[in-house]
């Protein structure tokens, strides 16, 4: 990665130490970035829980994310997965109280993790407890956050100290607020404000202590 920071050429919503959020479609960013050592995404689908529209609403630029960069991880739906290319390896998060629809009518209780290129990860089974969100108003305000316990355990997993992780769908910002935790510097990428600013929230809290 360049050792200027932020990279420069783009418009930042948000900038520290250790990470940049542009408010901006990817689609118009990704070509513009420096080289970074690691994507990790977690991108939009079933948006508003319309059943079996869900495998229709990936964003093509999601698909195209394991042509594009040498180390990729992308947490995503089992009834959605089918559309990504064959990944290098799979990895299950898994989630006894999931209720995530199988194409069989039943329910998934485990998210794959498809990782693709030199993407490794250590055979590793850990059980995170009492994990819980509240997705009201009380919330975080995001439909769909990811719990940061299991966001830490992937950037520590799947790259280095000195290492950039980039997010094209960053929500509500838990994949950087991870990074930022674990020290590593973290390009987040998200077309929607409100959820840019959520982001912003969390990144401005103090930096937790491992």
Not at 23 to 37: F, G, N
Not at 74 to 83: D, G, L, R, S
Not at 114 to 137: E, P, R, T, W
């Amino acid at each position: 990665m360049d050792s200027e920071w932020p990279p420069s050429g783009i418009k930042w919503y948000y900038s520290d130490d250790y990470t940049a959020i542009a408010c901006a479609d990817c689609r118009e960013i990704l070509p513009t970035l420096p080289k970074v050592d690691l994507v990790l995404t977690d991108p939009p689908y079933g948006v508003d829980f319309k059943g079996k529209e869900w495998d229709k609403e990936v964003p093509k630029i999601a698909i195209e994310l394991p042509s594009m960069f040498n180390r990729v991880a992308i947490i995503i739906a089992p009834v959605v997965a089918f559309q990504f290319p064959t990944p290098s390896w799979v990895a299950c998060w898994a989630r006894p109280a999931s209720c995530s629809r199988s194409l069989v009518g039943g329910f998934n209780h485990w998210s794959p993790i498809l990782l693709y290129g030199d993407c490794k990860m250590k055979v590793d089974f850990k059980s995170f407890h009492a994990i819980k969100y509240s997705y009201g108003k009380d919330g975080i305000g995001h439909p769909s956050p990811k719990p940061e316990i299991v966001m830490r355990w992937l950037v520590g997993e799947l790259s280095g100290e000195g290492d950039t992780i980039l997010d094209p769908f960053v929500g509500s910002g838990t994949t950087l607020r991870a990074a930022k935790d674990l020290r590593r510097k973290a390009i987040g990428i998200e077309i929607e404000e409100k959820y840019c600013e959520i982001a912003v929230k969390r990144l401005q809290q103090e930096v937790l202590a491992l």
